[in-house]
């Protein structure tokens, strides 16, 4: 086989992709959820969260507050850590802690937004909701199997103030966050009032159709293989995003300190790729067939409010710390992506399809621990996994063992066991990955057995009855343990 | 004066550290500046979070940068 040939053709699957998740719909996505992951970071003090964690707080509160803490407060992996550390040494205990742990790399505003757009609403809706049932529960269940050690240290830190400190949230935040959030929705929803064009008008231009048959042949689609090829209108989105990169360099590095001309110029390209992005652009022959749609209208307003809440409403220096935190997610992860993506796509030219469809095409018990085994030992940085999850997906896998995978991956690195080992010990991270290894399988497994049709009661009941099972076994290891205690406290054995 | 900034090398602790030396050197101040990165030493104060500022021995900030105008007057406050 010619060797040249192959080479190209990965190369080619591999830009293929690469221009694929540069396209409308993705950035439309992702450039919003930057700036919302900006905002979580910089605009939400940790204390509004953390005064819902102390040692007093009672469990109907603690567990909630830390689920809610992992969504807002874990934006970046170094704030999880130290943060779980205080929950647990500090505060409300192991339970709320790995709770805390659990949720917070698992509904990730970034991840969860990018896997709907690019694999489906399902799995990121399956995502956000699992990843919380499940992270409370495994808090729950950890904190009863390990309530003489959670006792112990209780005693211990009963002076800390830590949590005792309290911070609300402003309503002018609230609403901000509203509008953030509705950026990103009207962008990605597929939903026929914001997709369709209400108005068409055609730019003139023959090379317009010359330029997407050249674009066909350099970077071919190729459905067998899910790659959509790049449209003229990519190609526009391309350039508009480099401009980005270039300004932002100049302007978001060290926003912290003031803005200067560049900040100001990368804003506005921001807003300027959104809009171009929310048009309905297609290449005919007689040029640029271009359709206002009605997220295009909904885009314009919202960035518009945006913009004028952020001038009117914030204290500057607030401004420029959501500016550098948002800058700061995107240096830490777009490279990384793009890589991924690339090799990702290459990928899928290269493993064979009937190896996934063997071991994952099916919703078994076997695929989706495969799925969450994967996940476990191969590390991809943040966001990679879900072009991973894309490939295995147009390889035949299960979305079954899919989920059970995007669950596992963010949850579990060879970084994250070592770090959590060093806070609560060998015995306590054990169980907790085997927790997690458990429950992603079960995850998997219900919602494949969804996906298959299966009767929505049936499901929740299953899972109703797998918990109340973990929670009976837990319950009597809990009195037997207690018994023990009291039996030598008496004396007797 | 003592300062010391606590955290474990990510981006917003080397602000801190940024910040708290331009204060301090816009005060005047004369301090030895400490980066407390060990995670069990960053545990023994009773912080939630980091990045923390911490001076003398009390934790000023914990879990944000604060800007340069806060940092100088917690400074002045000894």
């Known amino acids: 086989m010619n060797v040249l040939l192959y080479v190209i053709n990965l190369l080619q699957t591999g830009l293929g992709s690469l221009a694929a998740y540069l396209a409308a719909h993705v950035l439309l996505c992702l450039l919003p959820a930057f700036f919302i992951a900006g905002a979580l970071a910089a605009l939400i003090p940790k204390e509004a969260i953390t005064r819902y964690l102390g040692r007093d707080a009672p469990k109907w509160i603690s567990y909630p507050a830390s689920a809610v803490g992992g969504f807002v407060l874990a934006v970046c992996s170094c704030t999880i850590m130290p943060l779980f550390a205080s929950i647990y040494k500090k505060g409300a205990g192991l339970g709320p802690a790995i709770t805390f742990l659990f949720v917070g790399p698992a509904v990730n505003i970034l991840a969860i937004s990018f896997t709907g757009v690019q694999i489906g609403m ?244 076997w695929a989706n621990l495969v799925g969450v085994l994967f996940g476990v030992f191969m590390y991809f940085p943040t966001l990679v996994e879900v072009p991973i999850a894309q490939t295995f997906l147009s390889l035949g896998m299960h979305r079954g063992p899919l989920l059970a995978y995007l669950l596992a991956d963010p949850e579990l690195s060879l970084q994250s066991i070592l770090i959590t080992n060093s806070v609560i010990g060998k015995r306590k991270t054990a169980v907790y990955v085997a927790l997690v290894t458990l429950f992603s399988t079960l995850s998997g497994l219900l919602f494949g057995a969804w996906v298959n049709g299966a009767n929505a009661w049936l499901i929740a009941g299953g899972t109703a009855a797998a918990i109340a099972a973990i929670a009976v076994v837990a319950a009597w290891l809990n009195s037997r343990s207690g018994r023990r205690q009291a039996a030598v406290a008496t004396g007797s054995h | 004066m003592e300062i010391k900034i606590l955290g474990g090398g990510c981006p917003n602790c080397k602000r801190l550290e940024k910040v708290a030396r331009e204060a301090a050197a816009d005060l005047g101040i004369e301090a030895t500046f400490t980066k407390v990165q060990d995670f069990s030493q960053i545990m023994a104060y009773d912080i939630t979070s980091t990045p923390a500022l911490v001076v003398d021995e009390v934790v000023k900030v914990s879990g944000r940068v604060p800007h340069k105008d806060e940092v100088k007057a917690l400074l002045q406050e000894g």
């Not at chain 1, 003489?148 to 949590?163: Q, Y």
Request: proline residues 3%; glycine residues 10%; neutral net charge.
């Open chain 1, 122 to 365: 399902d799995i990121a809706l399956a995502r956000i909701i699992l990843s919380i049932v499940f992270g409370v529960g495994i808090g729950l269940l950890m904190s009863v199997f390990f309530r003489k050690d959670d006792e112990a240290h209780n005693d211990e830190t009963s002076s800390s103030r830590a949590f005792a400190q309290g911070a609300k949230v402003p309503a002018t935040t609230w609403v901000f966050f509203v509008l953030l959030l509705g950026v990103l929705i009207a962008g990605t929803l597929q939903v026929g009032l914001l997709t369709n064009s209400y108005a068409t008008f055609t730019l003139p231009g023959t090379w317009a159709s010359g330029f997407q048959s050249w674009l066909d042949s350099v970077v071919p689609p190729n459905a067998a293989l899910g790659i959509e090829g790049v449209s003229v209108h990519g190609v526009l989105l391309i350039g508009l995003l480099i401009g980005i990169g270039v300004t932002a360099w100049f302007g978001l590095n060290t926003v912290d300190e003031g803005f200067n001309r560049w900040t100001y110029v990368a804003l506005a390209l921001v807003a300027l790729t959104l809009v171009v992005a929310s048009f309905k652009v297609v290449a005919v022959d007689a040029g640029l067939s271009v359709g206002i749609t009605g997220k295009l209208v909904a885009e314009v307003v919202l960035i518009g409010t945006v913009w004028w809440m952020a001038a009117k409403f914030f204290d500057p220096y607030a401004v420029q710390e959501w500016l550098w935190e948002m800058w700061r997610f995107v240096k830490q992860i777009i490279p990384l992506l793009i890589v991924g993506v690339f090799v990702a796509g290459m990928a899928r030219a290269i493993i064979p399809a009937t190896w996934i469809r063997a071991i994952a095409g099916r919703n078994t018990w």
